[in-house]
């Protein structure tokens, strides 16, 4: 024979990947099983999978509603080896389970931070100096009519305080501190390399500034974290910027205390309920409302690509993953 | 300093109007017609105070034969006849440095909001379009794009260690470089030039007659359909109505204003494009600057009277 076979592209099992230039990418260089396009019901289609004559030894899966990987997941598909989440949080995958049966996990690492941290500095702007607000009052032509809009409030010398200082929280203490901005900080442990004001709980966080900032992962422990105690510390000259997860703050009670102006205002791209957002907000000034659009530019979406073909090689070379998060 | 008749131009600010009253002989310019007002008053002023849009011009100044000091509750003076006032040994103070860190503040604030379509993404959201999660447009990083500032003084300065801090390249141009002032930042010897080299275009310069409409149609295509375009500086830096042809075509990507050549009117075909963040000169509009800029006012007032220095004295 004269003809070379063309290489056999490993199988990989694929959930919510949407963009096309991305699902072309993995297309290239594996062999595809697409849970969304087979139409099958997740059970049928596992079952499918691991009867493959190459079952998949790796998985990608956005995160959030697309898929679940836990302990029946994994039973389903033993061939399995290796997780990827091209999302930000993990909340999707049993970290536990995976640990228990030496399944590798990898994340997006870094890719959306950027990015999400200029949103939220975009955001705080936004609420401080009333930037939409505004915006919505010259787009109705009021300018004219009732000549100067309301004063906003100055960023300088606001105490900042970040809820989890991993890499979002780093790269918006470095923005704001050239506003002028004092960064305060809560997380589980001081970090030794930072100049910050440490402080051991939310609550004593919230007292003691302007801004509190949630960009922590959501877990057990950060559930509803925000919550009635904590927003009547910040008090009614705070405000709060939400990039984190909806369900980190009670959103209720959010809602409320921004009826009542027991705080002053919020900056939200998460919600508790997406795409649900409490109809009580589109009424408020004093709000900016994003739909979880922080990480989405561009330029992170080429830097998942890279993240994700960069970790699936690895793997599949026996090369250490870019961005592990199991094993530890 | 109870005996300086003081005209107030317009009502800048409550807090400077309670206080020239209290301090001052005060005189409301807005509470009367102009003619009748002078005939009654003109010989007792000897202060005027206006801000960015209400200035001493040279009719006014004719007509105001007491009139000893100009002190704007503004940095830019572009309303106050400086010549006139040199002329007939009138002082002008303005208002700088306390504004500065909010006006830098705002530049950058519109730029991310224009990059990352915040305002857009409210208006999306406050509609009730937002129907499913993943439902998003890609937009584009702010951290890393070229910023050009024309005028590298207080403001261009502090915008320039703002967007230091998002990891953008700093582009500049004005009069003259100052190459062992600013080692990281990037001269470029015209506004053309420095638009095309710069993916945002900030105006940060006074308004004099060599920079008006310093922004030309030239320098906003050069800029580009994904160039982004700030004005925190006047609105006749910019040739606004080839600022509106440039955004509707594409020419010209983004902008984000916070100032306009006939405010408070803004044009209207500005008002429905997405690719534009609008807002009403608030670019020193906090309580915190508005109180430091009245407390400059009232300093220099008192300064003059009292024949000592002026604080922030233009002429």
Redesign the interface.
């Known amino acids: 024979m004269t003809s070379s076979e063309p290489p056999v592209l490993p199988t990989l099992l694929m959930f919510r990947v949407?963009e096309l230039r991305f699902h072309a990418a993995l297309r290239e260089r594996y062999h595809v099983l697409d849970f969304f396009t087979s139409g099958e019901p997740l059970h049928g289609f596992l079952a499918a999978a691991a009867a493959d004559p190459d079952p998949p030894r790796a998985l990608v899966a956005a995160g959030?509603?697309s898929v679940s990987v836990d302990a029946a997941f994994l039973d389903a598909v033993p061939s399995l080896r290796f997780v990827f989440s091209t999302g930000a949080g993990l909340d999707h995958i049993d970290l536990g389970e995976c640990a228990r049966r030496g399944v590798a996990v990898a994340n997006s690492g870094t890719v959306y931070s950027?990015?999400v941290?200029?949103?939220a500095?975009?955001?705080l702007?936004?609420v401080l100096?009333?930037?939409?607000a505004?915006?919505?009052?010259?787009?109705r032509?009021l300018?004219?009519l009732q000549?100067?809009?309301p004063?906003?409030?100055?960023?300088?010398g606001k105490r900042v305080g970040i809820i989890g200082l991993g890499n979002i929280g780093s790269l918006m203490s470095?923005?704001l501190?050239?506003?002028?901005c004092v960064i305060h900080y809560n997380s589980r442990k001081p970090k030794e390399s930072v100049s910050y004001r440490y402080f051991a709980t939310v609550h004593d966080l919230a007292s003691e500034s302007d801004v509190l900032v949630v960009a922590c992962a959501l877990s057990k422990e950060t559930r509803h974290v925000v919550n009635r105690d904590v927003l009547d510390a910040l008090g009614k000259d705070g405000i709060v910027i939400n990039i984190g997860r909806g369900p980190i703050i009670d959103e209720a009670e959010l809602v409320s205390a921004l009826a009542e102006g027991r705080i002053a205002g919020a900056g939200l791209d998460v919600f508790e309920k997406?795409?649900k957002?409490p109809a009580e907000l589109?009424s408020m000034d004093n709000v900016?409302?994003?739909?979880?659009?922080a990480a989405?530019?561009?330029?992170?979406?080429s830097d998942l690509r890279d993240a994700t073909i960069g970790n699936l090689e690895a793997f599949f070379s026996g090369k250490p993953l870019l961005t592990p998060v199991l094993p530890r | 300093m109870e005996s300086l008749g003081v005209l107030l131009l317009y009502p800048v600010n409550a807090y400077l109007e309670q206080e020239l009253d209290r301090r001052c002989r005060l005189y409301r310019f807005w509470e009367s017609p102009r003619e009748e007002f002078l005939r009654a008053h003109a010989g007792a002023v000897r202060a005027v105070v206006g801000n960015a849009n209400y200035g001493a011009d040279a009719a006014l100044i004719d007509a105001l034969p007491a009139l000893e000091i100009v002190a704007s509750f503004s940095v830019g003076i572009d309303r106050v006849d400086l010549a006139k006032c040199r002329e007939r040994g009138i002082r002008v103070t303005n208002t700088p440095d306390v504004l500065t860190?909010?006006v830098a503040?705002?530049a950058?604030?519109?730029a991310?909001?224009v990059l990352?379509r915040?305002?857009q993404?409210?208006?999306?959201?406050?509609a009730?379009l937002?129907?499913?999660?993943?439902?998003?447009t890609?937009?584009?990083?702010?951290?890393g794009k070229r910023v050009g500032i024309i005028g590298l003084g207080r403001i261009g300065q502090a915008v320039a260690?703002?967007v230091?801090?998002?990891d953008c390249p700093v582009n500049y141009h004005q009069r003259t470089e100052q190459k062992s002032v600013y080692p990281n930042y990037t001269y470029y010897p015209t506004v053309v030039e420095l638009a095309s080299n710069s993916d945002v275009l900030v105006v940060a310069c006074p308004l004099n007659a060599s920079t008006r409409h310093i922004v030309s149609r030239e320098v906003m295509e050069t800029l580009g359909p994904k160039g982004v375009l700030i004005n925190v500086g006047r609105g006749p830096h910019v040739d606004e109505p080839e600022m509106v042809a440039a955004l509707a075509d594409g020419r010209l990507g983004g902008a984000g204003l916070d100032v306009f050549e006939d405010?408070?009117?803004?044009p209207e075909a500005l008002?429905g494009m997405d690719n534009v963040?609008?807002?009403?000169?608030?670019g020193s509009?906090?309580?915190?600057?508005?109180k430091a800029m009245a407390d400059l006012v009232l300093g220099n007032l008192e300064a003059h009277v009292l024949s000592k220095p002026l604080l922030t004295p233009v002429v």
């Open positions: 949407r959030g509603d950027t990015d941290a200029d949103h500095v975009g955001m702007v936004d100096r009333r930037v939409s505004a915006e919505r009052f010259v787009r032509g300018w004219p000549g100067d809009y004063l906003g409030t100055k960023l300088g470095k923005r501190e050239a506003f002028g997406e795409p957002v589109f900016v409302l994003t739909h979880h659009c989405f530019t561009k330029e992170s979406r | 860190d909010d503040d705002l950058v604030g519109l991310i909001a990352r915040i305002p993404a409210d208006r999306y959201v406050r009730g937002w129907k499913s999660r993943g439902d998003y890609l937009t584009t990083r702010f951290s260690r703002r230091e801090a998002f405010e408070p009117n803004v008002l963040v609008l807002v009403p000169h608030v509009g906090t309580y915190e600057t508005r």
